[in-house]
């Protein structure tokens, strides 16, 4: 059984990212998708509220995984028995941060291989920030992001502007 892990931030979880999940499991039998707290990045939805959103999107999605890591990921590698991380790369700037985080994740362990992915051409623009910085501007990202998120990120900017 091959196992990815699609880590990340996933602040919040985009269709960008859905399309990579949706490639990666032409590659592997399961996909976990590990989720960062990431507390120096100060996110915009807490921990909980990035799972569950990830959940309610991939729910009809077959072999996929939601979790909570922290720590080193090439340690959390180990203990699920992965056999690859995978990233998305839209980009050629995405490449020097990726090409940095795969090399630092093979030094902590040589077993630890990452694979890239790149989006379809429609999402190569969409990241989690410029969704949000349009959204606190009550800018439409519905066709960015799962309904779900759409919906929180109103909910979240509406509360913020009154
Ligand atoms: O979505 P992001 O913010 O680009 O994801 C980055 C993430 C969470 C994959 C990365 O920060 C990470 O792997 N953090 C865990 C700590 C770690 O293992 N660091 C070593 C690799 S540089």
Do not use: C, W
């Not at 630092?104 to 890239?116: G, H, I, Q, W, Y």
């Not at 999402?123 to 349009?134: D, I, N």
């Not at 009550?138 to 509406?158: D, I, M, N, Y």
């Amino acid at each position: 059984m091959k196992i990815g892990v699609y880590p990340g931030s996933f602040d919040p979880l985009t269709n960008g990212h859905i399309d990579i999940l949706k490639r990666s499991l032409r590659l592997f039998d399961k996909v976990i998708i590990a989720v960062a707290p990431n507390p120096k990045k100060a996110p915009l939805f807490d921990i909980k509220e990035r799972v569950a959103m990830i959940r309610e999107s991939t729910r009809h999605i077959p072999h996929v995984e939601v979790e909570i890591f922290e720590g080193l990921l090439a340690e959390y590698m180990k203990r699920k028995k992965a056999h690859a991380i995978i990233r998305g790369l839209r980009v050629i700037s995405d490449f020097e941060h990726e090409f940095m985080m795969a090399l630092m994740n093979r030094k902590l362990d040589s077993d630890v291989e990452t694979v890239f992915l790149m989006p379809s051409e429609e999402y190569s623009y969409v990241s989690s920030s410029a969704v949000k910085e349009v959204a606190s501007y009550g800018g439409e990202v519905k066709e960015l992001v799962p309904s779900t998120v759409a919906q929180r990120l109103r909910e979240k900017f509406q509360r913020s502007r009154r």
